[in-house]
């Protein structure tokens, strides 16, 4: 059970770019979402989906986009990224019943440099 | 306006030791509380959580304590282990609203020492 897979585990981009960071689980989870992780300012929500074709906005959504076509897959776009997106990515994905519907599961996260 | 903070960045003890993290919070609507370890150059991994009905969950060596009326939450490991050497983060949501968005404080780095 390989549970929440990011890919790719590294990327530089200059400023300007596009690129999609991938994110597929197979827990069969409803709810996903994508976090960044910045020094000193802990994992802020990026966006978030309650299911397929569903989703919406989290603390730090301007510059990424997202859809959600299947249950196990939720890609984030940087449309044209900036320097200020250099950070961690990690996608998460819980449950939305059962006795674990509370606990969001993280993958390895994404590493990601503009220059 | 960080709703859920992490006072102390970093953290030591010594092996055997009782490790206390500690964790507040400013929004009274959040009812589901957790925490998460993370390792170097991984994800973080669930380790406890409590609801808001209760003051404390147990689980082996992991303790969290829950003050509502202190909007406080406490980690407490013990004994203190080397492999406990990592960030730790707390987290809030409400369970009902908001989808149960995870809102994470800054981490705590604990550093066990043999």
């Known amino acids: 059970n390989a549970g929440v897979t990011q890919t790719p585990k ?9 690129m999609t960071l991938q994110c597929a689980q197979d827990m069969n989870h409803e709810y996903m979402s994508w976090y960044r992780q910045d020094p000193g300012m802990g994992l802020r929500l990026i966006h978030y989906s309650v299911g397929a074709g569903i989703t919406d906005q989290g603390e730090v959504p301007n ?27 990690f996608c998460a994905s819980r449950a939305d019943r059962g ?3 509370n606990i969001q599961y993280f993958g390895a996260g994404t590493r990601l440099s503009v220059l | 306006d960080q709703q859920v903070k992490q ?47 209760k003051d404390k969950n147990e ?3 992991f303790t969290v304590f829950l003050n509502k009326s202190a909007k406080h939450l406490s980690l407490h490991i013990v004994p203190s282990q080397p492999g406990d050497s990592a960030v730790y983060f707390c987290a809030a949501s409400q369970i009902y609203n908001q989808g149960g968005k995870l809102i994470f404080g800054q981490g705590t780095e604990l550093s066990v020492k043999p």
Do not use: H
């Open chain 1, 10 to 18: 590294f990327q530089v981009l200059k400023t300007g770019q596009s």
């Open chain 1, 63 to 89: 510059g990424y986009n997202v859809s959600r076509s299947t249950t196990e897959d939720f890609p984030l776009r940087l449309l044209s990224a900036a320097p200020s997106q250099t950070s961690v990515y």
């Open chain 1, 99 to 101: 006795n674990s519907k």
């Open chain 2, 7 to 53: 006072n102390s960045p970093s953290l030591s003890v010594q092996e055997g030791r009782i490790s206390i993290l500690n964790c507040d919070y400013t929004n009274s609507m959040f009812d589901y509380f957790l925490w998460y370890k993370k390792y170097p150059a991984e994800g973080p991994t669930f380790l406890i959580s409590i609801s808001s009905i």
């Open chain 2, 59 to 61: 689980d082996g060596r």
